[in-house]
């Protein structure tokens, strides 16, 4: 599916992150392998040559639109991670990924976990950008709980690689039960017993209401 050889194309006559967009959103409905060139060119409003010409190949144009999802992403999780707590950031990381999952105006769920998960192993380059993204997202997220346990906010000898991990694996969870058709509210009760278990980790760290 990657291996097409690209063919001329006109001058570009699109906003190339538009069709960028676009792109995503049919990788994010089928997947990497189940996107065909036909349903991306129809979706980006552009023909095989010009998709060709932009990007080169498929595989490129998918890194090209993962790239801009993930910037975003990545971007909105380390807002959360800046709240002043330990505690403060997990909870604002899970409940606003609980809200992005389940939100309208994209597929539900989660192109991270959607975008090819499972591929063959001519596109095993796919699964490992699309690993390469949670790793980043991991990384900051340990970065700030590292700085926690530094600073007091965890307890002493908590492994904040282990914490952030539990954070993400509940995080990408929710993907898979956003996609399967899990609500807002569904995914909302789940961080609702994470954070007690978090609460848990460091009594005290919590605000009394969320405890």
Not at 3 to 13: M, Y
Not at 23 to 32: R, T
Request: proline share 5%; charged share 20%; net charge negative.
């Amino acid at each position: 599916m990657g291996t097409e050889t690209p063919t001329p194309g006109r001058p570009r006559a699109f906003d190339e992150q538009t069709v960028l967009d676009r792109a995503a959103e049919v990788f994010w409905q089928q997947g990497y392998e189940g996107a065909s060139l036909s349903a991306l060119t129809r979706a980006m409003g552009i023909n095989r040559p010009s998709l060709y010409a932009a990007f080169g190949s498929k595989e490129e144009l998918f890194r090209r639109a993962f790239d801009r999802y993930h910037e975003t992403n990545l971007a909105n999780a380390r807002a959360a991670l800046d709240q002043p707590t330990a505690y403060a950031a997990i909870e604002a990381f899970l409940r606003a990924s609980a809200d992005n999952l389940t939100a309208g105006g994209h597929p539900a769920g989660c192109l991270s976990i959607q975008g090819g998960l499972a591929c063959s192993p001519e596109n095993a380059r796919i699964s490992e950008i699309l690993a390469a993204g949670r790793a980043a997202t991991e990384a900051a997220l340990e970065e700030r709980l590292a700085r926690a346990a530094k600073e007091g906010d965890l307890p002493d000898g908590l492994d904040s690689r282990a914490l952030a991990r539990f954070v993400m694996a509940l995080s990408e969870g929710h993907a898979v039960h956003a996609a399967a058709g899990a609500s807002r509210e569904d995914l909302q009760a789940s961080v609702d017993v994470a954070m007690r278990a978090v609460a848990a980790l460091h009594p005290g760290s919590a605000p009394a209401a969320s405890a």
